[in-house]
């Protein structure tokens, strides 16, 4: 027998009334969603950004020096311009450390005393063995490398005293322009648990111990201790988020 039903199908391939009627019946599956083409964007032209203070502030130094001629007609991007500059040769003129420096008896003077005025030490006094010393060198190592600016030093207590009580340790002297500025005896001073963010905090109580460099020479101690909280609020999210990642895997 001869089939007398013509359905007729549009470009896309999408049925008529026919088929509607079919679908309303459960004899059709859904209607598949008619054919888009994604949008058309061309690439991004680095010579179309605005130039303002967003667009100076991505540029490399050479890059900055190339823009000299560009700018004279802009009097204010100039100027920033130079102030951008100026701001970075004197970051790459900063003293910077990034570890926690093992020195002597004799090396103290040098390393300690006679350190440049703009720079901080941090001292700890120490000896091995002993993990309430190890603790805090693990947190004055992740302090040295956030802060490479701010110097840190250990050494071996009765190099630096002789006869330094042992149950004074670790202890923690602070030094600036030749002079102690705070010192710490024991573990106790940094708190209940000891964290590198604790530590942090104690250091910068009083003064803007801790430097990273992105701030200048004169970091204000306010300016240090948000910096400080910041750090602190990224790591426990970032813990938290690892925390929840592991316990997923370990129900899967």
């Not at 500025?181 to 530590?199: D, H, I, M, Q, W």
């Not at 948000?226 to 316990?247: A, L, N, P, S, Y």
């Amino acid at each position: 027998m001869a089939d007398y039903h013509f359905v007729y199908k549009d470009v896309e391939g999408a049925s008529t009334q026919w088929d509607d009627i079919q679908r309303k019946l459960g004899n059709l599956p859904p209607k598949p969603p008619a054919f888009k083409p994604p949008s058309f964007e061309p690439a991004p032209d680095p010579d179309s950004a605005p130039k303002d203070k967003p667009w100076i502030d991505q540029k490399t130094e050479e890059e900055l020096e190339e823009l000299e001629d560009d700018l004279d007609d802009d009097r204010f991007l100039e100027e920033y311009r130079k102030k951008r500059l100026a701001e970075m040769r004197e970051t790459a003129n900063i003293r910077k450390y990034g570890s926690v420096i093992p020195i002597s008896g004799s090396d103290f003077v040098r390393e300690v005393s006679q350190a440049p005025p703009e720079v901080w030490v941090v001292v700890i006094l120490y000896k091995e063995g002993f993990p309430e010393c190890r603790l805090l060198l693990q947190c004055l190592e992740e302090l040295a490398s956030r802060y490479p600016v701010t110097k840190f030093v250990k050494i071996i207590s009765t190099d630096c005293i002789p006869n330094y009580p042992d149950r004074n340790l670790p202890t923690l002297l602070v030094y600036n322009n030749g002079a102690v500025k705070a010192n710490y005896v024991g573990l106790n001073s940094f708190g209940r648990r000891c964290t590198p963010e604790g530590v942090a905090l104690v250091l910068c109580g009083s003064d803007p111990v801790l430097n990273d460099g992105q701030s200048g020479n004169n970091p204000s101690k306010e300016a240090v201790i948000e910096g400080v909280r910041k750090k602190f609020i990224e790591k426990v999210v970032t813990q938290h988020e690892e925390d929840d990642d592991d316990d997923g895997s370990s129900s899967d």
